[in-house]
């Protein structure tokens, strides 16, 4: 059953004749006759019948137009709503978001989203980054906000699409008082001394737990250096690892963001890393590819991206 089909069958049962409800529909006379009958032919039954008074409905004409009726009207109401979703009236988001991330991110978005579109709900799923693209990859999230790790080959693969909005380099952590001091050179671009990576492969390492992003960007900076480590622990937390390394457990990497960001009472000695070992990870809006992005995602993203900078470029939807 058509939406043209449910109308027609419930205009001609309202006004009783098949030439007042043509007019009314301004369609041809004959054409909906036609209509009629081809609707009959595939319901194997008749619809109406003639009556002195004109045509009245049989049992499953009854049950026709009791159908036509409630799906006409659910079908408004849904046109109502969308149209209020569109206008930013109503609606849902839901977004992926690392924990880690989402305590540093939403207090400075969120407020000011929920001030401009207070009817539109945000559902938070919070995930590890692996997760989130488990998450995206079977559409349960209109975006997830993560970081990626910037190897080209394995996202031409992907069925995500990646927008990085902003770009954090990775630095080593050691506790304060080492000698690495010596093997690390001054660089006008970078905030921190660069280390001289061959200094520390003797060195035991704290490092997250295997699958995290963080885990992958540090076994990738490792492995371009030629260092295996002998890894005394790891930590679902970056914290954690961050805390231990300043207490002299062993050398971690950490996103120069997330030092900076949440000052803790733990310090420790801190060292840029040359950037050919690709040590950054770029902060992304992350979509599955040919999916669809509602009115209220796109202007949730655009205050991101705003938040940023405004350096990220989507797609047109």
């Not at 149209?83 to 400075?108: C, H, K, V, Y």
């Not at 401009?116 to 559902?123: L, W």
């Not at 993560?146 to 927008?163: D, R």
């Amino acid at each position: 059953m058509t939406e043209r089909e449910l109308i027609y069958v419930k205009t001609i049962a309202d006004e009783g004749s098949i030439s007042k409800a043509a007019q009314k529909l301004y369609i041809s006379q004959p054409s909906l006759s036609h209509c009629v009958q081809r609707i009959e032919e595939s319901l194997g039954a008749k619809l109406f019948v003639r009556s002195p008074t004109g045509l009245t409905l049989t049992y499953v004409g009854e049950r026709y137009y009791s159908v036509a009726t409630e799906i006409l009207h659910i079908y408004s109401d849904f046109q109502l709503e969308v149209g209020e979703m569109n206008d930013l009236r109503s609606g849902r988001i839901t977004i992926g978001m690392a924990s880690f991330l989402a305590t540093w991110l939403l207090p400075q978005l969120l407020p000011e989203f929920h001030r401009k579109y207070p009817h539109i709900s945000i559902v938070l799923v919070e995930k590890s980054s692996t997760e989130l693209e488990a998450e995206l990859a079977a559409r349960h999230l209109d975006f997830a906000v993560m970081h990626s790790f910037a190897n080209s080959s394995q996202q031409e693969k992907s069925s995500i699409s990646f927008y990085p909005v902003s770009r954090s380099p990775f630095i080593l952590a050691a506790p304060p008082g080492t000698s690495l001091g010596e093997h690390a050179r001054k660089d006008p671009d970078s905030p921190l001394p660069v280390i001289d990576l061959a200094a520390v492969k003797d060195w035991p390492f704290v490092l997250v737990t295997p699958g995290r992003r963080i885990r992958q960007i540090s076994d990738h900076i490792l492995w371009q250096a030629g260092i295996t480590p002998e890894v005394v622990l790891t930590t679902s937390s970056y914290e954690t690892a961050h805390r231990l390394a300043c207490q002299g457990l062993g050398l971690t990497f950490l996103p120069l963001q997330y030092k900076e960001i949440f000052q803790g009472p733990y310090s420790g000695e801190y060292f840029a890393i040359d950037p050919a070992y690709s040590p950054y990870w770029d902060l992304c809006v992350a979509v599955a590819r040919d999916s669809y992005i509602s009115n209220a995602a796109q202007v949730f993203i655009h205050m991101l991206n705003s938040f940023f900078g405004g350096k990220m470029r989507m797609p047109e939807p």
